[in-house]
């Protein structure tokens, strides 16, 4: 059985207070870093290939069902307004479609054939980079999928849950953070979850940062589309070029976006 699918630590559940359930999950959740931070070489290796192909023009795409399909695509969908990335460039994918971000898909998962449809739509091709994630790893719509890239020359990522993972076999750079068994037995949206969204976290965060869309520490290319952004950004630039508040607006409305504004007062 897979590590994924083993019984919970924890039995009548039902019978425990709502205390004990949330220290017990918190005890469970405590787990996922350490198990996140074993992987870290192979994150590292595949943060760099990721580099190097964005680089070079290339895309990032990742690709799953259910939860870990809704987590790539929160991932990929934070990257513009974030890091001002252009859309399109880190791409998410879920077995059935948009439509099943809100709601699941009957057997979407079970078609191995499916994603390379959904990913040719996008036009990959052998510049780009693709991430399948999959607690268990072995989700036929995922596997087909960095099958099929990888036979077209794709480089090929996974985030799994599992060692040795039918997955993992199948591509270039497997990640497999092991968290062991879930709370309530094989709820992989749990700690298998939160350990796919701290691996994605490192690689966009780290990706991003690579590529020269962070200064200092501050989010610079940040998309500026509500009240509270525009005030950080106007922060931003008070802290780097050590002006008042005044002139930072001045700057910002000016140049509309932070690093515009920055770099126009050190080029000066």
């Excluded at 019978?15 to 996140?36: F, G, H, T, W, Y």
């Excluded at 870990?68 to 791409?91: C, N």
Aim: aromatic letters at 4%; hydrophobic letters at 40%; glycine letters at 10%.
């Amino acid at each position: 059985m897979s590590t994924t699918e083993s019984s919970s630590h924890y039995n009548n559940l039902e019978q425990m207070s709502v205390q004990d359930l949330l220290q017990n999950i918190n005890r469970e959740d405590k787990s996922v870093p350490l198990a996140v931070e074993k992987a870290l070489p192979q994150i590292e290796a595949l943060v760099n290939v990721i580099v190097e192909k964005m680089n070079q023009g290339g895309r990032l795409f990742y690709i799953g069902a259910g939860t870990s399909g809704r987590l790539g695509i929160l991932d990929a969908s934070e990257i513009p307004p974030t890091y001002g990335m252009p859309h399109g460039k880190v791409v998410g994918l879920i077995a059935g479609g948009d439509g099943a971000i809100r709601k699941a898909v009957e057997y979407a998962e079970d078609n191995a054939q499916q994603a390379w449809k959904d990913l040719e739509e996008h036009l990959i091709n052998r510049n780009d980079v693709l991430v399948g994630i999959a607690a268990s790893g072995r989700t036929p719509y995922v596997i087909g999928g960095v099958k099929e890239a990888k036979a077209n020359g794709v480089v090929t990522a996974c985030i799994t849950c599992n060692n040795g993972s039918e997955l993992s076999k199948h591509v270039d750079y497997p990640i497999e953070v092991v968290v062991g068994p879930e709370f309530v037995t094989g709820s992989t949206r749990m700690k298998a979850g939160t350990a796919q969204k701290l691996v994605l976290n490192m690689i966009s965060t780290a990706v991003m940062i690579k590529l020269g869309r962070v200064k200092g520490n501050k989010m610079v290319d940040m998309m500026l589309t509500n009240d509270k952004l525009v005030d950080r950004g106007v922060r931003m630039i008070m802290d780097e070029l050590k002006t008042d508040q005044a002139t930072a607006e001045k700057l910002l409305k000016e140049h509309g976006a932070v690093r515009k504004a920055i770099e126009s007062q050190k080029h000066a």
